[in-house]
């Protein structure tokens, strides 16, 4: 599985972005996925999380009520949409797939940048 994250980009704070992460391949479907962020100088951490099915998501409180995930499987595509965000929000955002453990994943994509400035 290969994929591809996209629509990162510089905002002011309080604005919005959406960003997407392609998939290829034909078992897009029976994977769980995940948005991970690492701002410059610090670890990667944990964003969201979606189920398979889309049904399921998990989030970190950092995003809580701003972000929100959601995949559409016809299309192999996740997405992140960003809200209300914060210059505590810059960082490469990347997407995964297939959980093989608690937050750990099989597959990465490259990240896509978000820079928010105050």
């Known amino acids: 599985v290969q994929l591809q994250a996209s629509g990162g980009g510089l905002v002011q704070a309080g604005g919005s972005l959406k960003l997407s992460c392609e998939a290829s391949?034909?078992?897009?479907?029976?994977?769980?996925m995940a948005w991970f962020r690492q701002a410059p100088g610090k670890d990667r951490e944990f964003v969201m999380s979606?189920?398979?099915?889309?049904?399921?998501?998990g989030y970190a409180d950092s995003v809580k009520g701003r972000f929100t995930i959601s995949r559409d499987n016809a299309k192999n595509t996740m997405y992140l949409q960003v809200n209300s965000l914060k210059p505590e929000d810059t960082a490469d955002y990347y997407c995964?797939?297939?959980?093989?453990?608690?937050?750990?994943?099989?597959?990465w994509g490259k990240g896509t940048l978000v820079t928010v400035s105050s």
């Open positions: 979606i189920s398979s099915s889309g049904v399921t998501t």
């Open positions: 391949g034909h078992t897009f479907s029976t994977y769980d």
């Open positions: 995964a797939a297939q959980r093989i453990g608690i937050l750990k994943y099989k597959f």
